[in-house]
């Protein structure tokens, strides 16, 4: 068997989610197809990550294993063909070792959450980001995102549905910053619990419009309740950005 890693971008707004679903399309199902049409193999695949229903990704990294070896141009050219008219696109393809798992092997991920901070609708952007149309004070939801960061006991951020042994996380990095009518908020951990971060930039925002405070923020957390979340934004404003592996790959 060869093992390759894919590095996969995709529009989530038509799919359930990355991860197959019995209840309607997903990411994994059309890279699995696209696979089977191109070369006859069934495969699994196997990704860092997973994403909810309408969340996007800019570098969702995977990896199929095929027994017979093929140039992995040829393997990505291949995919690619297969996969239209489907909005996800192999944009990277490389031999890796048996032992490389897009998952287990991933030493941390990144995503970032852009919200559209205007009045007047979206129409290129539609789907692709959150429209809040009050002034969101970004200065402010970046110092309350200081208190997140670090280990803490995520419960209040955890959806009911997390399947995770333990709500405890490690938060690396929870920047928040604006360029012109656009707010991101980029976060970074080795690993993240089912809607954590669309329950943070849910409650950031809520201070970015004046309705709670940096204090405010510190007690939800601490609270660990699931019941004290303020907001849960929604989901097609988040991108998976980036994947981080111990030997670069």
């Known amino acids: ?20 679903q019995t209840h309607g399309p997903s990411v994994q199902q059309a890279v699995e197809e696209a696979v089977e049409a191109f070369c006859g193999e069934q495969v699994r695949m196997q990704s860092a990550g997973r994403t909810d229903t309408g969340v996007h990704a800019y570098a969702m990294r995977a990896h199929i294993d095929l027994e017979r070896e093929w140039p992995t141009f040829k393997v990505s050219e291949a995919l690619n063909a297969h996969l239209r008219p489907h909005p996800i696109a192999v944009t990277h393809c490389e031999f890796v070792p ?8 991933c030493e941390g991920r990144s995503y970032i959450y852009r919200i559209c901070n205007r009045r007047a609708p979206l129409t290129i952007e539609k789907n692709r980001a959150w429209q809040v149309p009050q002034h969101l004070d ?28 333990s709500p405890v996380k490690t938060l690396d990095r929870l920047d928040v910053y604006r360029r012109d009518e656009w707010v991101f908020i980029e976060a970074e951990a080795r690993s993240f619990l089912h809607h954590q971060v669309r329950s943070m930039v849910g409650c950031l925002a809520y201070v970015g419009m004046g309705r709670w405070d940096k204090q405010r923020v510190a007690a939800a957390l601490e609270t660990k309740d699931r019941q004290a979340l303020g907001l849960n934004a929604p989901p097609y404003g988040l991108y998976f950005e980036s994947a981080k592996y111990p030997d670069k790959t």
């Open 138 to 165: 970004e200065a402010a939801m970046h110092d309350a995102a200081q208190v997140l960061v670090g280990q803490h006991d995520f419960t209040t951020f955890r959806s009911v549905n997390c399947q995770a042994q």
């Open 98 to 105: 048996d032992d490389w798992h897009a998952r287990f092997s």
């Open 1 to 20: 068997m060869t093992r390759y890693a894919l590095t996969l971008e995709f529009d989530g707004t038509p799919f359930m989610g990355l991860q197959r």
